[in-house]
């Protein structure tokens, strides 16, 4: 499929005054994207477990406008209150997006946005966000143009939602998805996730992942900046083959159910993620010392019990802990009782495998 297919082909209907609503998950990477080429391309493949709690709520209402216009128009409110920042955020996104959008500049929208998370928890809300936002504007299309099927609506999502930011293409889905070339994963492409289609042992059904806050505060280098760092980074190139060897490995170890293989490759991969950020011009350090704190504990607890308790980082400080769930009453406990200490104001949240984006 190339970027052709996406671009829209319908009658110039005009709409009356709606709205369409969604509910749309985070994801956790297992193996990383970080570094993108032009037009939100990543360097290399990436795979996430597509989560459960950590959910957008975004209902957007459409109004048809009178006569042609230059410009894009609409309003967003975050819990309720009118909200001026997300605007430039998704202005770029709808300037990416219109070419494969066409009625985008034919409505006016309100957007209306939630989440089940605290928006200044540090968790990625651009991954719910935008693909929240996406799903909306196909749910649009599909009232324009209602020939065109769920599994159309779900790809073009997960490719705009992409153009707003990239981990969001791996939110339309679950449990599992993969986002970009791979020679041994079918369909897979750089525009868009796809479900993770392979076999995948039982041990990872309802696999949890328990999000520790540890900064719940604006990031000091953003995830976009980051990505623009690994141009003449000077392990860029090995990293992006060591990305695409990992998620080889990652296919044989779903399917073995392998957790000690599992929580060796999710935690090495999280941490050269964070080895690639201290190795940028200029160098950043997106972990805080509770972050190290609690990554010490987790050892600790793993080589005493043997129990499969692992973690992976976003780009941020948080530390999500990985565990499945027939182990989930000892390691709730350990969580309790150890690590919700070095989480600020004793924050964190308790989410799990999920399975994907759902209309209201
Ligand atoms: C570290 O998707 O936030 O979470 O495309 O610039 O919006 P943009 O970046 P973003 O990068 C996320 C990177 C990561 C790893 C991952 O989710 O694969």
New binding site residues.
């Given amino acids: 499929m190339i970027e052709l297919n996406f671009i829209s082909n319908y009658s110039p209907t005009i709409l009356k005054k709606g709205k369409v609503t969604w509910a749309s998950p985070s994801n956790i990477?297992l193996v990383?994207?970080?570094g993108?080429k032009e037009n939100?391309i990543p360097e290399n493949p990436?795979i996430?477990f597509t989560l459960e709690a950590c959910k957008t709520e975004t209902e957007l209402v459409f109004e048809p406008r009178n006569g042609t216009h230059d410009s894009f128009s609409f309003e967003v409110f975050f819990e309720g209150e009118k909200n001026e920042a997300f605007k430039p955020k998704i202005e770029t996104f709808f300037k990416r997006i219109k070419d494969y959008v066409p009625f985008l500049k034919q409505y006016h929208f309100i957007i209306n946005t939630s989440n089940t998370f605290p928006h200044s928890s540090g968790i990625?809300s651009?991954?719910s966000g935008m693909s929240a936002l996406a799903l909306c504007l196909m749910s649009v299309e599909k009232l324009l143009n209602p020939k065109i099927t769920t599994t159309y609506c779900n790809k073009k999502a997960s490719f705009l939602a992409r153009l707003g930011?990239?981990?969001?293409c791996r939110s339309i889905e679950g449990d599992i998805v993969v986002w970009g070339q791979h020679s041994e994963i079918e369909g897979s492409s750089d525009l868009f996730g796809v479900k993770y289609t392979e076999e995948v042992h039982s041990v990872f059904k309802n696999y949890h992942d328990t999000i520790l806050l540890v900064d719940k505060g604006e990031k000091q280098v953003s995830?976009?900046v980051g990505?623009n760092l690994m141009h003449n980074h000077p392990f860029a190139q090995n990293r992006f083959k060591q990305a695409v060897e990992n998620i080889t490995t990652m296919k044989t170890i779903l399917k073995s159910g392998d957790l000690k293989a599992f929580i060796a490759l999710m935690e090495s991969e999280a941490l050269t993620?964070h080895a690639m950020m201290m190795a940028s011009t200029p160098y950043f350090i997106l972990m805080k010392p509770n972050t190290l704190e609690i990554i010490n504990k987790i050892w600790e607890f793993r080589a005493e019990t043997g129990l499969n308790i692992g973690f992976t980082l976003?780009?941020g400080a948080n530390v999500h802990v990985l565990f499945p769930e027939n182990e989930a009453v000892k390691i709730n406990e350990f969580i309790n009782k150890e690590l919700v200490a070095y989480c600020q104001n004793g924050h964190y949240i308790c989410d799990q495998i999920g399975f994907g984006a759902k209309q209201l």
């Fill in positions: 990477a990383k994207y970080w993108k939100q990436s996430s990625a651009s991954a930011s990239g981990s969001a995830s976009t990505h993620l976003d780009a």
